[in-house]
């Protein structure tokens, strides 16, 4: 079964900094994709960017971007300028491409925290 | 607003009693899922469906119940509510195939709680 790992619980920020957040994940699939979430106090999940395993280019939303490098199975998260709305929990997923398989498997979690 | 509607937002339940956690979507999207969310452990995934009469378990399902008659319609049971079912309830559907391409939907969640 596949496997997404968060190693940091908990990280902060100042605000206008950069942070990386990281998320390394266990597949024997050579095409899948990977997401990154945000949830805020709200507790609604919103999407913050999406990788496809097949594509190379790292994917890049404004101020959001993963590395993402594949053979180490690692799909980090990026966000640059940091502001205070960033603050929340943030999930990273994977799903696989092909088949039947639409489960979306989630890691535990890192929890933003992002100071003035 | 065309999206998934999870009903209700805060419910308290007692230990032994039974509800219906309602999950609807108008986006015609083929994959629906409930997952339950708790404190360092991520969302986990209670059941699935992928479509109109085919349901299968997830990670966590034992005390639930699902069943899909209709595309837009997934409802999730409680057959018995016990005190380690108090969580917060997310309801998330997609599209099958495309579903990687053009990502999933969450309700804005239940939070349930067993006393």
């Known amino acids: 079964a596949q496997t997404v790992t968060q190693s940091q619980p908990e990280m902060s920020v100042q605000e206008a900094e950069t942070v990386t957040l990281s998320c390394t994940y266990d597949t024997s699939e050579s095409d899948y994709y990977l997401f990154w979430y945000k949830q805020p106090p709200s507790r609604q999940m919103i999407l913050v960017i999406r990788q496809e395993a097949y594509k190379q280019q790292n994917a890049t939303e404004n101020r959001f971007s993963v590395n993402f490098q594949k053979a180490a199975k690692s799909f980090s998260l990026k966000i640059s300028d940091s502001q205070l709305g960033d603050a929340a929990m943030y999930f990273c997923?994977?799903?696989?491409?092909?088949?039947?398989?639409?489960?979306?498997?989630f890691g535990k979690g890192t929890l933003l925290t992002v100071n003035p | 607003n065309a999206g998934v509607t999870q009903t209700p937002k805060f419910q308290v339940l007692k230990t032994g009693q039974s509800m219906t956690l309602q999950c609807a979507q108008d986006m015609n999207h083929e994959y629906m899922s409930w997952y339950r969310q708790d404190p360092g452990m991520g969302l986990r995934l209670i059941h699935y469906?992928?479509?109109?009469?085919?349901?299968d378990q997830g990670e966590v399902p034992n005390g639930y119940n699902v069943s899909r008659s209709t595309t837009e319609d997934f409802p999730l049971r409680l057959l018995s509510a016990a005190p380690s079912q108090t969580s917060v309830y997310f309801c998330?559907?997609?599209?099958?195939?495309?579903?990687?391409?053009?990502?999933?939907?969450f309700g804005s969640g239940t939070r349930l709680t067993v006393v």
């Open positions: 997923a994977y799903r696989e491409s092909g088949g039947s398989n639409y489960k979306l498997t």
């Open positions: 998330a559907s997609s599209y099958g195939t495309g579903g990687g391409r053009y990502g999933y939907t």
């Open positions: 469906s992928v479509g109109a009469g085919i349901t």
